[in-house]
């Protein structure tokens, strides 16, 4: 995809983190096939009919057992429509986790694109060589732009 389409993407993924409640980190995830057609959007968030108030997101014991990450709900806001990503790239506002990559791979995922970072907090840079090693070993292309 040319550079103005990756642009577009992920301008729309940071657009889509902002309806994202928590109070320390926003991502965005936005699921493009291969005629730049959108087929998913995710972003942070607790999953459907759970309570998502100001006591449990800003406390991460409560927070981290609880909240699903961008690219997980698009992910399954995908599987609940009937919608496939398999053969689709992931746009993301932030490199994906272990577990993202995970799902990402699992999905079809074949590609992901996200912002040049200015440095990853220490306490994720394990997880994050862990996931980057994930998506190199299953041959899943990762682009920043």
Partial sequence: MSEKWDNRFLELAKHISGWSKDPST?????????????????FNGFPRGISDDMD??????????????????????AARIGVSLKGSTAYVTWPPCSRCARSLIQAGIVEIVYPETNGIPERWQDDFNTSNGMLNEAGIQVRTV
Avoid: F, Q, W
Wanted: charged share 35%; glycine share 10%; with cysteine.
């Fill in 26 to 42: 926003k991502v965005g995830c936005v699921v493009v096939g291969g005629d730049r057609e959108i087929r998913s959007t995710g």
């Fill in 56 to 77: 449990r997101l800003t406390d991460r014991e409560k927070k981290y057992p609880l909240i699903c990450h961008a690219e997980e709900n698009a992910i399954m806001h």
